[in-house]
């Protein structure tokens, strides 16, 4: 394979990683637990800000960025920041919109906050560099490995799979648990879990958290490999793109989005590049986002459970399940 | 204290486009129990609509009606084709969010395709500029202020005192009840979609009248005073509406002229926020409750 291939493919394997994370993130709100987050990029943005201030040091007076809390980080303390602050905007954003409140309304107040996080991060200039946003940002452990540009290339695909992993054994537990059941039992009926004594709203922060901080991670990830990041990378149609992969893998399902994430924001993305360009410059781009919106609606009318849908849990029926002791006893008593 | 009061005059202009706008949000709401997410796009369109009826060199009044015109005949055909058919199909509350975003993307980008990355102005006579009690306003101004004024009493006309509005009403309230009553809910959805849309074209003509320039994005950012708005009034409530209309047009431009133009939206935010913290059913809200509790 041809140097340029390897970069090429190798650059395409952590997006990705980064879309899956993403993906699996999004999914534990939205397909577990039932949130609209149509803020999720936003969360996203701040972890790869967070990763991007801590590793480029402090801003110097003058210089051509401006932005606040700027260290020098080693390498794996600015991902695990990015998560953390993930998280953090996860409980203040949650604070206000994860109320007892409609579905719809929520979705309303989430896209509300991404699109006024955005024109904060573009008119604050000396919070993140405004509208240029922030560049040049060094890539992890570049100074202390000896590689070639291509090994770093290799080597950051392994740190990408690396942390891949981690966040799936998160969502893999958080699913396959007790917890993840009380989350689809909200998401299909909150009142009966509610009535059931399941602290719902108390639930439903826990899954937005842990959703804030994968997509923390994430943004975290993206911006150590392509070292910039600007309010125009995470305008909220990207949320969009992210919720498109999710309901066309089959929302609910860690395999399946997982498999979204690889259809929609890589497969279709990437194949759009290589489609000669015609029109007038960003007619590409608006077709793009049209075809995407399409896709979503195509999928919601004709398989709106996805490419491969959510496990339909099916609990044996006491007769059955020799486990089940005290049902068996009262079956026997009667 | 003069720019104070100017900015109150502003105020009381956004204001009055935010009531066009937030009452035909609210009431489609609140009738037909979609949230449209696509409703700051289909005023961008609308607007697109009035460009080129002021550019084929015809009057901005006439741009007004067809502007006003395409947004009722939009949303009813949205609706009859794509959004009842997905409620039929037994597409559930998040689908029906995603299916409105998605119809938001699709038509924002279909502008940007047909029309191009380009900033777009209204070609109207220059207006002259009016004093009245220390506020400057340009003719234009007046006109819209005139113009929301004269809508929110139609508005208010249609709810009160006709049939179809008391029909409407018992709609929004409780729609199984309103169709066991005899009403036609499924025409009065459709001519309150047709409203709604009227108001929501209507808005997005007024609103770049009173700018130099828009773009593809114009009417999906104004969605966040609209949405602040609408939630202030209690979702669903008209009436609350235009209150919260006065309140967040007025305090944004005020914000506008004391901190920064940059804080115009952010205060309709904080508002928004304040509400949802204190209030999440909105300042005039008996049936918003009702819905929440029944939702």
């Known amino acids: 394979m041809s140097a340029a291939w390897q970069f090429y493919i190798s650059t395409v394997l952590v997006y990705l990683g980064v879309d899956v994370m993403a993906c699996w993130g999004l999914n534990l709100q939205f397909g577990v637990a039932g949130l609209v987050n149509f803020a999720f990029i936003i969360f996203q943005a701040a972890g790869a800000y967070t990763a991007a201030v801590l590793t480029l040091g402090p801003a110097t007076k003058g210089g051509f960025q401006q932005y606040v809390g700027g260290a020098h980080w080693p390498f794996p303390l600015p991902i695990l920041a990015a998560g953390v602050v993930g998280g953090l905007l996860a409980v203040l954003v949650g604070s206000f919109a994860i109320r007892r409140l409609r579905r719809d309304y929520e979705a309303m107040v989430m896209l509300v906050v991404s699109l006024i996080a955005t024109s904060i991060a573009t008119n604050q200039v000396g919070l993140v560099n405004g509208p240029n946003g922030l560049a040049l940002v060094p890539k992890p452990l570049a100074t202390m490995v000896n590689l070639s540009p291509l090994g770093y290339q290799w080597l950051f695909v392994g740190i990408t799979a690396a942390i891949c992993l981690c966040v799936y054994w998160l969502v893999h537990i958080v699913t396959s648990s007790p917890l993840g059941r009380t989350l689809r039992a909200i998401r299909d009926n909150e009142q009966a879990a509610a009535a059931l004594g399941k602290n719902v709203t108390g639930l439903r922060m826990l899954a937005f958290v842990l959703g804030g901080v994968i997509a923390g991670v994430s943004g975290a990830i993206l911006v150590e490999f392509i070292s910039a990041w600007s309010p125009g990378s995470w305008l909220y149609p990207e949320t969009f793109v992210y919720f498109t992969a999710v309901i066309v893998g089959g929302s609910g399902n860690n395999l399946g989005v997982m498999v979204g994430a690889l259809l929609v924001p890589v497969a279709f993305l990437e194949a759009t590049r290589f489609v000669p360009q015609f029109g007038p410059p960003g007619f590409i781009d608006a077709l793009q986002w049209i075809i995407v919106g399409v896709l979503a609606l195509v999928f919601l009318w004709f398989w709106p459970r996805g490419v491969i849908p959510e496990r339909r849990r099916r609990f044996p029926p006491a007769a059955q399940g020799e486990a089940r002791q005290p049902l068996t006893s009262t079956r026997t008593g009667r | 204290m003069n720019t104070l009061l100017s900015a109150i005059g502003f105020g009381i202009v956004t204001a009055s486009i935010l009531a066009v706008a937030g009452v035909g949000f609210t009431l489609q709401f609140g009738v037909t129990n979609i949230l449209n997410l696509a409703y700051g796009d289909i005023m961008t369109a609308a607007a697109f609509v009035a460009y080129l009826v002021t550019s084929a060199g015809l009057s901005v009044w006439l741009a007004l009606v067809a502007g006003a015109a395409f947004g009722a005949a939009f949303s009813v055909l949205l609706n009859r084709c794509l959004y009842t058919p997905f409620v039929r199909r037994g597409t559930r509350l998040f689908g029906m969010i995603i299916v409105t975003i998605a119809v938001s993307l699709i038509v924002q980008n279909g502008l940007l395709a047909i029309f191009g990355a380009n900033f777009f102005s209204l070609k109207m006579a220059r207006p002259s500029s009016v004093h009245i ?39 929004a309230t409780d729609p199984e009840l309103a169709r066991n009553c005899g009403i036609a809910t499924d025409r009065v959805i459709d001519l309150a979609w047709a409203i709604s849309g009227a108001l929501c074209g209507l808005a997005g003509v007024i609103l770049v009248m009173n700018v130099t320039a828009f773009t593809d994005t114009t009417g999906a950012q104004f969605l966040i005073p609209i949405i602040a708005v609408a939630v202030l009034g209690g979702i669903g409530q008209p009436y609350g509406a235009m209150l919260g209309a006065l309140v967040i047009g007025i305090a944004s431009e005020l914000a506008a002229a004391i901190i920064s133009p940059d804080y115009k939206n952010v205060v309709a935010f904080v508002i928004l926020v304040i509400v949802l913290l204190a209030r999440p059913q909105g300042i005039l809200s008996e049936i918003a409750t009702r819905k929440e509790v029944a939702a």
Request: no cysteine; aromatic share 6%; hydrophobic share 65%.
């Open chain 2, 133 to 171: 009690a220390g506020m400057v306003f340009t003719t234009t101004q007046l006109a819209i202020i005139a113009i929301a004024i004269v809508a929110m009493l139609l508005i208010h006309l249609l709810l009160r005192y006709t049939k179809l509005g008391k029909a409407m009403r018992a709609t």
